[in-house]
């Protein structure tokens, strides 16, 4: 079960769902994380309780330097409240403050078979490349069922393509609810208008771990560095060749970061325009867009107790929340003291 949501309809519902999401810790946000999912996260605080999580238990599956996953964190705390996660609306946490969601991956862990886990992609994909894999990464979608369902959170944004992994959540609660009861619900897609963004090569997927990214705090001068060196459309070859603004990433990028985007298609379209200030256009229009949030994430990142502050008050806000289910947990499975009823 899924649902399509015009995020541009903010208007709040009377009885709120519960929302979750993770963050990875994985480096500087860049205009893929920007379009494709953080504007949506900003759009939905308001729609549902809204937790988002920043995983740092996920990260350690790859991040093995204590000093750097804890600068990893942090900023990825800055980043979130700077592109507009507002703390008073939802909850930003840090996984590992809340040591519940790997107390009921454990619980999980007893209930799921090894045999779905090595089905999943990421780990086939690992195991292919002859890595020596952790129990971690087979264990990491058990976790992320964890992470959802702790909150008996209902609605988990993802793009079109993740689907497969919020349907072995769903499998994941099944199989405990079938063993002990109906305790779990279970958390639905919620589709948002989301592009996927090309990265400076034009070609794939702008990622991290691809090195085609555009990070959208970079100081100025770095993203028109790198805005100049996109790959466009590799069939106009000379300034005369009329462009096809529908394969050129530079021109589809100027979709999403303001001005007349038609007219800039036109351009290319009629060579009226060079791909090198169309480009050089795209770097000023980048730099304007982020401009109020690097100014504001600067303001936030000057002040040392801003981030503890944020993520104590989040974990406040859902420690109820783990409090009651754990106990329901706990009731179910026959650990813990027995409570009265
Ligand atoms: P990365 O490691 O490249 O930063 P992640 O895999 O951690 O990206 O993704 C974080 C979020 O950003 C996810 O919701 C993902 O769908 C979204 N995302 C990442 N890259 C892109 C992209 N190029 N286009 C659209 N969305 C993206």
Redesign the pocket.
């Known amino acids: 079960m899924s649902q399509t949501l015009d995020v541009r309809d903010a208007a709040p519902r009377p009885v709120q769902e519960r929302l979750f999401?993770g963050?990875?810790p994985?480096?500087a946000?860049?205009?893929?994380?920007y379009?494709?999912?953080?504007v949506n996260y900003v759009a939905l605080q308001d729609r549902y309780e809204s937790i988002y999580g920043i995983v740092d238990y996920h990260a350690l599956t790859t991040v093995h330097d204590a000093a750097t996953l804890r600068t990893l964190t942090h900023e990825m705390v800055l980043d979130m409240l700077a592109v507009g996660l507002d703390p008073a609306r939802c909850a930003i946490v840090r996984q590992s403050d809340l040591p519940e969601h790997a107390e009921l991956c454990w619980i999980f862990d007893t209930v799921v078979p090894v045999s779905w886990l090595q089905r999943n992609p990421t780990y086939k994909a690992s195991l292919a490349e002859g890595k020596e894999n952790s129990a971690g990464l087979l264990n990491y979608p058990v976790l992320q069922a964890a992470d959802i369902v702790i909150y008996k959170a209902s609605v988990v944004?993802?793009?079109k393509?993740?689907d497969a992994h919020l349907e072995l959540s769903r499998e994941i609660v099944r199989a405990f609810n079938r063993r002990y009861g109906e305790i779990f619900p279970e958390p639905r897609a919620v589709y948002t208008d989301?592009?996927?963004?090309?990265?400076i090569d034009g070609a794939r997927?702008?990622?991290?771990?691809?090195g085609n990214?555009i990070p959208i705090f970079a100081e100025p001068d770095e993203i028109r560095r790198l805005v100049m060196s996109m790959v466009t459309d590799p069939l106009r070859i000379k300034r005369t060749d009329p462009g096809r603004p529908e394969v050129c990433n530079v021109c589809q990028l100027h979709r999403y970061v303001g001005g007349d985007y038609l007219q800039i298609q036109d351009g290319e379209r009629t060579a009226r325009t060079g791909c090198v200030e169309t480009k050089e256009l795209l770097a000023e229009r980048i730099i304007e867009f982020f401009a109020p949030m690097r100014a504001e994430r600067a303001r936030l990142a000057a002040d040392p107790a801003v981030v503890e502050d944020t993520l104590a008050a989040g974990a406040g806000k859902v420690r109820p929340i783990l409090a009651a289910t754990v106990a329901e947990v706990h009731d179910a499975v026959g650990i813990g003291p027995r409570r009265e009823r």
């Open positions: 999401t963050i990875q994985s480096g946000s860049h205009l893929g994380n379009l494709g999912a953080q944004p993802v793009g393509d993740q989301a592009p996927i963004v090309l990265g997927k702008m990622g991290k771990s691809a990214t």
